[in-house]
């Protein structure tokens, strides 16, 4: 069976950085399109950041200039770097693919990210 396990969270100060991993396990092909959400309290879950199979990365405006997604495909591993963290950013952070697509998994824990005080 294919899963995510996200881990790398925690409790930072605003301006802080943190650095998410995310590892997939049980697939036959390394992952190449993955993408990087969070939810809030009470909040819709939210794309932030994807790479896609070419490589291109796309993000969500709150976050752009401060987080970058890369993947190392030969490890099944994807990163999400996370620098100048504000208190908006605080959510359970989950990986996956597109939607509909073949990287589309079911959904891991998810790794806690509080950005206090």
């Known amino acids: 069976q294919v899963q995510v396990v996200e881990s790398g969270g925690g409790l930072v100060q605003p301006g802080g950085s943190l650095r998410l991993s995310c590892v997939k396990s049980?697939?036959?092909?390394?992952?190449?399109?993955m993408g990087w959400y969070r939810q809030a309290p009470g909040k819709q879950r939210e794309l932030v950041a994807a790479?896609?199979?070419?490589?291109?990365?796309n993000y969500a405006d709150s976050v752009k200039g401060r987080f970058t997604i890369s993947i190392d495909a030969a490890k099944n591993t994807v990163y999400l770097q996370m620098n100048s963290l504000k208190p908006e950013d605080t959510a359970v952070y989950y990986c996956?693919?597109?939607?509909?697509?073949?990287?589309?998994?079911?959904w891991g824990q998810g790794t806690q990210v509080t950005v206090s005080p």
């Open positions: 996956n693919g597109p939607a509909g697509s073949y990287y589309r998994v079911p």
């Open positions: 790479i896609t199979t070419s490589g291109s990365t």
């Open positions: 049980g697939s036959i092909f390394n992952i190449n399109a």
